[in-house]
């Protein structure tokens, strides 16, 4: 049998145990604008990881980076262990083994459902061509008889779902998801959010998404990273970033918060709202501390016959399943609770 060359074993040795992604010091700038800065990161083999922020952030370059349509000016970048990127180096995308899903799908219009999908099955005989749509068709839960429609006869969701198994044909190591939900309506995002997940979870593929919409970055990861300006505010699982954000704006952009100006001792915390339990830190003093909405409850202060605490309802916004009210707050603070549209029945409107 013939012994590997130095390269060859070198590549072997950096895939065993290597994350499914590696990003080392990446920086990408756009003349004096900075888009990416220095950024490291690392995915694990078969996690699905978001990347979250607002426009301009730096997620939709540090995808682009990843997937190869764009080379970092600094930094590396590894797929699987192998180096895709770095200063000398720089991979083509068709060669990264990775899918691509972007943010309209990007189906070929003049083509049938069924050719979108075999279209990078180029080399295989026809039979297997037709048996490998024909198992992608089912594992984006599509009928086979709509591989013979064109994309213009799919609903919006379909469409997405299409784009999906035809990124899947090649079976890649990297799914790489470009705000593929954000053009659907919301109740169809939700679905196909979640079917989409559960085919890439099936397939056991590794998966990066990019978006600007909170729930659906903390519904779908295993991991998240907050971007700013090109750097990471915060990494950490859902739960992680949701509950103990690391700064304020990391909290205000993972969903609506309170901040209080507080006096914080080892336990508790006296604030506007009177004197409520806090984990145990390093902080005493003078501080500011942060609840979400559901964390809070209000009571009609006849109700409770302790006014610690008391405010004015200002605003009520209804929500369906629940009712969200501002109240204002001693010391010019307010705070928004958020309680079942059932509890909320028993305020009289419009306050």
């Known amino acids: 049998m013939q012994e590997p060359t130095e390269e060859q074993a070198l ?20 003349g004096q604008v900075v888009a990416v800065d220095g950024v490291d990161l690392e995915i694990a083999e078969g996690e699905f990881f978001t990347l979250l922020g ?12 990843i997937a190869g349509f764009e080379r970092p000016d600094d930094g590396s970048i590894a797929i699987g262990g192998r180096t895709v990127a770095d200063t000398t180096v720089c991979i083509p995308p068709h060669h990264r083994d990775v899918g691509y899903v972007a943010q309209d799908g990007a189906l070929f219009p003049h083509l049938t459902v069924e050719r979108n999908i075999a279209y990078g099955l180029r080399g295989l ?61 919301t109740g169809l995002r939700a ?3 979640k079917s989409v997940a559960t085919t890439l ?17 903390l519904s779908f990861a295993d991991q998240v990273a907050v971007m700013r300006c090109g750097r990471f505010t915060q990494v950490g699982t859902p739960g992680e970033v949701y509950l103990t954000p690391r700064d ?44 979400r909405p559901e964390q809070l409850s209000a009571t009609l202060v006849g109700d409770c016959g302790d006014a610690a605490g008391a405010g004015t309802v200002i605003a009520s916004e209804f929500l369906g399943s629940d009712v969200i009210v501002t109240i204002d707050l001693p010391g010019d603070a307010s705070r928004r609770s958020r309680w079942e549209s059932s509890s909320g029945s028993r305020w009289p409107a419009p306050w």
């Open 248 to 291: 304020r704006y990391t909290a205000a952009f993972l969903g609506e918060c309170v901040f209080l100006p507080a006096t914080v001792g080892s336990t508790t915390a006296d604030c506007a709202l009177g004197r409520i339990s806090v984990r145990g830190s390093d902080i005493h003093g003078t501080a500011t501390v942060m609840l």
């Open 125 to 185: 005989r026809s039979a297997a061509v037709k048996a490998r749509v024909a198992e992608l068709l089912d594992m984006v839960a599509l009928p086979r008889d709509h591989g013979a429609r064109r994309p213009h006869e799919l609903s919006g969701g379909q469409q997405q779902r299409v784009a999906l198994a035809r990124a899947l044909a090649r079976q890649p190591a990297l799914m790489l998801l470009d705000e593929p939900f954000s053009a659907l309506d």
């Open 11 to 30: 590549d072997q040795v950096g895939r065993r145990g290597a994350p499914a992604v590696r990003l080392d010091a990446i920086r990408k700038a756009y």
């Open 201 to 217: 979870t099936q397939a056991g593929v590794t998966t990066l998404l990019v978006t600007h919409d909170q729930e659906e970055a």
């Open 54 to 65: 607002p426009s301009g952030s730096g997620k939709t370059t540090t995808l682009r980076l």
């Open 191 to 193: 679905a196909t959010r």
